[in-house]
């Protein structure tokens, strides 16, 4: 059982910057896989971001890449997404989640099952 806390959000100007945390309270933090999801209004969740348990594989979705940066720290429990050069597209409410299970590839083409824990998501809203 893993319990995660998203922190970070708000409101920013397009063109802007944000860093979300996600503290998770567990003693095996190193064994899930983690990720960003992302949820417009009237729209579906949608698989932004993973990183596997070391930080050498990371998966972003094709609209964030080269803006968005996952990273997480093991020995802090916790996950980071830097988003840089927001958009009007990126406001959403955020959800950090984490996945114990052990292959990374089967966890990002099956991201919407694999992931079973979540937190209760952060605003952002980016102005235009």
């Known amino acids: 059982q893993v319990q995660l806390v998203e922190s970070g959000g708000g409101l920013v100007q397009a063109g802007g910057s944000l860093r979300l945390s996600c503290a998770a309270s567990?003693?095996?933090?190193?064994?899930?896989?983690l990720g960003w999801f992302r949820q417009a209004p009237g729209k579906e969740r949608e698989f932004v971001s993973a990183?596997?348990?070391?930080?050498?594989?990371?998966y972003y979705l094709e609209s964030v890449k080269g803006r968005f940066t996952i990273s997480r720290d093991n020995a802090k429990n916790t996950l980071y997404l830097q988003m840089d050069n927001l958009n009007s597209e990126d406001t959403a409410v955020y959800f950090c989640?984490?996945?114990?299970?052990?292959?990374?590839?089967?966890?990002?083409?099956?991201?919407?099952?694999?992931?079973?824990?979540w937190g209760q998501g952060t605003q952002v809203t980016v102005s235009s």
């Open positions: 989640a984490a996945s114990s299970a052990s292959l990374y590839d089967e966890v990002i083409g099956s991201a919407h099952k694999k992931f079973a824990y």
């Open positions: 567990t003693r095996t933090f190193s064994d899930y896989i």
């Open positions: 990183i596997n348990w070391n930080g050498v594989n990371k």
